[in-house]
């Protein structure tokens, strides 16, 4: 019998920008109805393989495979099946919510999930709002919605509770752990070391370019605790992107 195919499956990827190396022979996957949580300093390229991931940017090498597809040519089939949350939301600024979600619900067939998900992000209040008139956590949770509906196979979050209240990533956490309860892969990439505490099926720490560190919570942060383990594993290491 062969081995189930990994949701998220990334082998050997290595990639320049100009000289500068930003994924060095980097190599990790995600498994279904889990939630994997990627942490890194700045630079540490968790952006650039997420966009890979996602089918936005090429690898120079080395393999990337998500729902075994290459994602690079992947067609509108398969991206249906993928949801994404980029890290600065990439929403068109003149748009109200509500009119953007039930775009997305009508893209996607799923115009009964979008209430429910409206509610449950509490974007209720602030749906007939512009995007561009939103504060940074409003607009987080708009593009949450958009990332869940049609309830993708995969899901990819690019830090999805940075700049939330604590009510707002209380709310988050619950929806990233119902989308992981239905089955779904969920990759969030992270600097809260008490968000990967509490979501995190699997953690992977990624420190210039490769991953040091992958596993559950407890075998990643052994006895000293996963903080402790981070910072062990990434001092020195800060790709700031200044060289
Ligand atoms: N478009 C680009 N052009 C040139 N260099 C880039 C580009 N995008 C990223 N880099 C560089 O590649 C490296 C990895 O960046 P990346 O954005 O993937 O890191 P990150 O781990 O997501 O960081 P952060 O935590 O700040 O989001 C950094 O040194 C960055 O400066």
Redo the contacts with the bound molecule.
């Keep these: 019998m062969s081995a189930p195919v990994l949701p998220v499956f990334v082998d050997g990827v290595t990639h320049h920008?100009?000289s500068?190396l930003?994924?060095d022979n980097m190599s990790w996957s995600a498994p279904q109805g889990a939630i994997t949580c990627v942490l890194?300093?700045?630079?540490?390229?968790?952006?650039?393989?997420?966009?890979m991931a996602e089918g936005l940017r090429r690898p120079e090498s080395g393999t990337i495979r998500v729902l075994d597809t290459d994602p690079w040519s992947a067609n509108a089939a398969h991206r249906r099946r993928v949801g994404v949350m980029l890290?600065d939301g990439g929403l068109p600024a003149s748009v109200k919510p509500l009119r953007l979600l039930e775009h997305f619900a009508t893209l996607y067939d799923a115009k009964d999930e979008f209430p429910a998900l409206v509610e449950q992000l509490g974007i209720n209040d602030f749906r007939q709002t512009s995007v561009r008139r939103l504060s940074g956590g409003q607009r987080q949770r708009v593009a949450m919605a958009a990332a869940l509906i049609g309830k993708p196979d995969v899901v990819f979050l690019?830090?999805p509770s940075a700049g939330l209240d604590p009510h707002a990533r209380l709310d988050v956490w619950e929806l990233i752990r119902q989308t992981r309860d239905r089955g779904a892969c969920v990759v969030v990439?992270t600097?809260s070391f008490d968000e990967a505490d509490r979501l995190a099926d699997q953690v992977i720490i990624?420190a210039a370019?490769s991953v040091a560190a992958r596993g559950t919570i407890a075998e990643v942060s052994g006895s000293g605790g996963l903080e402790k383990t981070y910072f062990a594993l990434t001092r020195g290491t800060r790709?700031?992107?200044l060289?």
């Design positions: 920008y100009g500068k930003a994924l890194g300093p700045n630079g540490a390229g968790k952006t650039t393989i997420m966009e890290q690019d830090e990439t600097h990624v370019g790709g700031l992107g060289a």
